[in-house]
C-alpha cells in the first residue's frame, strides 16, 4: 500500500541525517495521500542506519495503523493535527536541529532580517505559547498540533511553512515531504544567520520591501524566479 510514498519518505528522512539536521533517532517526515486521507510516517524509535522504506508506518487521520509492524512516531498526532489544519501541507518534517530548537527554547519568534529568509517564509517564524499543565499531562502530542494551529490563527501556513514550538523544536511542513525537508534545511540556515546577525548588532533592522521583493519573486502572483 501507497509503496512510492513509503519510498519517497524513506528518502526524505534520510535527507535529514545527510542535511546534519538529526542525531540518533531525533526527527521525523510523514506525507499524506489526500485522495485516500492516509499519511506515511517514520517508525517511533528506529535508527536512521538500520531503516528501510517497507517500515515506514500508514496511518489514517485518526491515528489508527492501516499498514505497519511497527509503531508510527510518537509525534504522529502532531502531523495529523496539522494535516487536518493546513489543507496545502503534503509532507511534515519535525527535527531538534541545533539552531531552530535554540531558538524555540529561548521560547521567542525567528524574525526576518534578511533576504533568504525572504525567499521561504513571508514573515517571521512564528513561536507557539507555553503548554499549560492540562495540555502536557493530556493527549501531549495532540495538544502539540493544537498549539501550533492556533499560533496559525493570523497567519497563512503556506506563506510561512515553519514554526518553532515553544521549549521542544521546530515543525515544517511543504507541498510534498521533499519540500518540507528544503524548507527544514532552510530554517535551521537562516536560524544560524540570525543568531550571528543579532550577536554583531544587537539593534539590527530588516527593511520591509525588501521582504515582499524576495518573497514575492518566487512565491507571488508576479513571480519570476527560476525557470517555467
Request: include cysteine; charge should be negative; aromatic fraction near 8%.
Amino acid at each position: 500500500m501507497l509503496e512510492s510514498l513509503k519510498e519517497k519518505v524513506f528518502k526524505a528522512n534520510i535527507m535529514l541525517v545527510e542535511h546534519g539536521l538529526v542525531i540518533f533517532t531525533w526527527g521525523n517526515v510523514s506525507a499524506i495521500d489526500r485522495k485516500f486521507g492516509l499519511v506515511v510516517i517514520k517508525p517511533s524509535g528506529i535508527n536512521y542506519r538500520d531503516m528501510t522504506a517497507a517500515q515506514m508506518v500508514v496511518v489514517n487521520l485518526d491515528g489508527e495503523v492501516v499498514e505497519g509492524d511497527l509503531n508510527p512516531s510518537s509525534d504522529t498526532p502532531t502531523h495529523l493535527a496539522l494535516y487536518r489544519a493546513f489543507q496545502g501541507a503534503g509532507g511534515i518534517v519535525h527535527t531538534h536541529s541545533v539552531y531552530a530548537t535554540s531558538w524555540a527554547q529561548a521560547g521567542v519568534d525567528l524574525p526576518n532580517i534578511g533576504t533568504t529568509h525572504s525567499d521561504y517564509f513571508h514573515g517571521d517564524v512564528p513561536c507557539t505559547r507555553d503548554m499549560t499543565p492540562e495540555e502536557i499531562k493530556g493527549d501531549y502530542e495532540q495538544e502539540t498540533g493544537n498549539v501550533i494551529i492556533e499560533r496559525f490563527r493570523n497567519i497563512d501556513p503556506m506563506h510561512t511553512p515553519a514554526v518553532l514550538v515553544k521549549n521542544h523544536g521546530p515543525f515544517t511542513w511543504g507541498g510534498d515531504s521533499f519540500k518540507a525537508v528544503e524548507n527544514a534545511v532552510v530554517l535551521e540556515q537562516v536560524a544560524k544567520m540570525a543568531a550571528i546577525a543579532y550577536s554583531v548588532n544587537p539593534s539590527l533592522e530588516m527593511n520591509p520591501l525588501l521582504i515582499e521583493k524576495h518573497f514575492g519573486r518566487k512565491h507571488g502572483p508576479g513571480a519570476y524566479y527560476g525557470q517555467k
